[in-house]
């Protein structure tokens, strides 16, 4: 789950990165309550999740008194199509220079992976080959003295110990990314200017998160149910088992020039209950004509899954195409109540291109 | 077969769950039916002594390993408390952990791996169906039914698709020599790259079916490292960006991972991409 700035801002405090003196406002007449103690010179930051907010107008320079206006202005801002409701009000730093680093996880080397630039800020992205990375044993709780020399090269010494905590925070918090753009020298020290984590989704129980604000609304429920799906934008509803299964699923109705009004993975072991929800949630969406049902495993059971389908008895027509125990049972069960069962995921598509075209 | 034959000792972790019970009938009705040892012993923490479908539990991989002869395991561990089981076992001398589990944080995962690693043990996994040699061994939940012996591996980072492709080749009278699930998570033990290397020493193995997913860029890692004739189908060409598809390592990622641009790569490479499983055993046939 991805945190904002202002979010993720005083857990790098709390492990001891240096952060700008800052307030969150929902209201642009609520920065003049914080001018005061901001000091002369502020900066204006809207809480939107978006890459390149800098370059689309989200982070705006004031002095105390143009701060109401600016305030104003920042608020009546949509930044890359989302509507500003938060801002970080912050000091505004003497800055030196602007750093780059991140940590992040390297698949290959299946270890942690930092990386650091000497020139960050907006470029970064524009200036990939000054990256330098270094990857750390995941059984290290520190960034070892002769990696750190490695990664940091001619930057300064002091920005080691704020890497070393950003460190500390990727591994405490069970990040996915812990990333400071720009990390930056002033004359009172260094500072965390921007702060971005992202949070494994598998560790949210453990790092007290409730609720993965990362999903809809559909999304959660169906999570509660035990599925995972997504919404996209076509007329044929998709219901498979397995990630993968349902991905080729929603590959092949795209083969056959149909488009797919969503991602439904019913996990492994599917029975009545779950197969019947999953069938009302596709059944809901008001766009979808017709659903395909591509089940296949050693442990789902034919016949449940087709009383689910029968005991959902939803309007769309439904195909199915199912192997594994009880195949028979389930097929003599889907046949009385006038369902169709396919032998294979092409068949089942194309019977599901002819009801929609 | 390429980790482990007819005479692999397995253990199973967390035997007593639900799916460990389920799996270890399953997993031992295959050996027998082959002529395999199959699970010999279970370990469940508090449960030592009790039996589950004939098969002693105990309650530290230690103590199993005491009283048998066992050198592979397969780990039904929940999420949370999965990864320090792998290192239970590594440091117990298990050789080769099957990781069942799905949902292990992702942390979790990187500190078991290297862990095992350090003590000579081989992780598959998180999140797979495990791995079968037909007609030697089954660890794991694959549906043996589907499968059959033969000369072509299978190597997938899924768990249905894999059956849907061992369905689809066995239909098409091409027999398996060994499929492996190498696991859906960001963090996996053996990668492509491992499991074609092990393929490559195989005298049985003449042709390897990569089945690959959105996210990252293993696969292509994989292909490249192989002389081994490979024919290679990637699932999410039509998945949008930025979304998630159930597993948490198919996430596209800032473009590498998109599957469009990786089978475009995977054809740059002079391989067989098939655009839909059925087409799989037709390819196979021709570079065979």
Redesign the interface.
């Known amino acids: 789950m991805k945190m904002l700035e202002y979010e993720a801002k005083p857990i790098f405090s709390e492990y001891g990165i240096p952060v700008p003196k800052g307030a969150l406002i929902r209201a642009p007449e609520e920065v003049t309550a914080h001018l005061a103690e901001l000091g002369d010179g502020v900066v204006l930051k809207a809480q939107v999740d978006v890459g390149g907010r800098g370059k689309a107008g989200g982070v705006l320079m004031a002095d105390n008194g143009s701060a109401l206006a600016t305030a104003r202005e920042l608020f009546s801002r949509e930044i890359k199509g989302i509507p500003v409701r938060e801002v970080l009000v912050e000091e505004r730093l003497a800055i030196e220079h602007e750093y780059y680093v991140s940590i992040a996880i390297d698949r290959s080397s299946k270890q942690p992976v930092v990386l650091f630039a000497d020139a960050g800020g907006v470029e970064i992205e524009s200036n990939v080959t000054a990256i330098r990375k270094v990857v750390v044993s995941p059984l290290l709780r520190d960034i070892p003295p002769f990696l750190m020399r490695e990664l940091l090269g001619g930057a300064p010494k002091e920005l080691a110990p704020v890497i070393n905590s950003l460190y500390h925070v990727f591994q405490g918090k069970d990040a996915m990314l812990a990333e400071i753009n720009p990390l930056v020298t002033t004359p009172r020290g260094v500072y965390a200017a921007d702060a971005k984590l992202i949070v494994d989704d598998n560790a949210l129980a453990r790092q007290g998160i409730e609720v993965n604000r990362d999903l809809s609304e559909r999304e959660r429920e169906a999570e509660q149910h035990g599925f995972s799906y997504v919404e996209l934008d076509g007329t044929i509803g998709v219901i498979g088992n397995g990630a993968g299964l349902t991905m080729s699923t929603l590959d092949l109705i795209e083969y056959y020039n149909g488009r797919a009004a969503n991602f439904l993975d019913v996990g492994g072991g599917a029975d009545q209950e779950r197969v019947k929800h999953a069938v009302r949630l596709v059944a809901s969406m008001p766009k979808v004509s017709v659903i395909v049902v591509n089940l296949l495993g050693g442990i789902t059971r034919c016949d449940e899954v087709a009383k689910g389908i029968i005991a959902a008895g939803v309007a769309p027509t439904v195909i199915v195409r199912m192997a594994g125990t009880n195949e028979e049972e389930g097929r003599r069960l889907l046949a009385e109540c006038g369902y169709r069962m396919l032998d294979s995921m092409d068949a089942a598509v194309k019977a599901a291109m002819e009801v929609v075209s | 077969m390429i980790y482990g034959d007819k005479n692999l000792g397995v253990i199973v972790q967390n035997i007593t769950g639900k799916q460990g019970t ?1 799996h270890t009938e ?1 997993m031992n009705a295959y050996a027998r039916e082959v002529g395999g040892r199959g699970v010999i012993a279970g370990v469940a923490p508090g449960k030592g002594g009790r039996e589950v479908h004939g098969v002693p539990v105990y309650n530290t991989v230690r103590e199993a390993l005491r009283e048998h002869d066992a050198t592979a395991s397969v780990c039904f561990v929940p ?2 408390a999965a990864g320090d089981s792998i290192m239970e076992a590594a440091h117990a001398g298990i050789e080769l952990a099957v990781v069942i589990t799905e ?5 979790d ?3 078991a ?3 095992a690693k ?1 003590h000579d043990c081989t992780v598959i996994g998180p999140n797979c169906p495990g791995l079968l040699s037909p007609g030697e061994c089954k660890l794991g ?5 589907l499968t059959r012996r033969g000369n072509v591996g299978v190597v ?9 492709v061992v ?1 689809e080749l066995t239909r098409a009278g091409i027999g398996q020599s060994t499929v492996v699930g190498i696991g ?1 998570d ?4 053996q ?1 492509f790259v491992d499991v074609l290397a092990r393929f490559e020493e195989d005298p049985q193995t003449k042709a390897v079916v990569v ?1 690959g ?2 996210g ?3 696969e292509e ?1 994989g292909v490249r490292s192989t002389d081994l004739p490979v024919v290679t189908y990637i ?6 960006p930025e ?8 996430i596209i990622e800032g473009g590498e991972g998109d ?1 469009r641009s990786k089978v475009r790569r995977l054809a740059a490479l002079n391989v067989p991409v098939a ?4 087409e799989i055993p037709g390819l196979i046939r021709e570079v065979l």
């Open positions: 389920f399953l999420g949370g949902h292990i944080p992702v942390h995962a990187m500190k791996i290297a862990y350090l939940i694959m549906p043996a039914h997938s980072r899924s768990g249905t698709l894999t059956y849907e369905d859906g960001p963090v996996i033990g990668t089945i997913e959105v990252g860029n293993l890692e699932a999410g060409v039509s998945a949008p979304k998630r598809m159930g597993h948490a390592g198919a599957a655009s839909r499983p059925s």
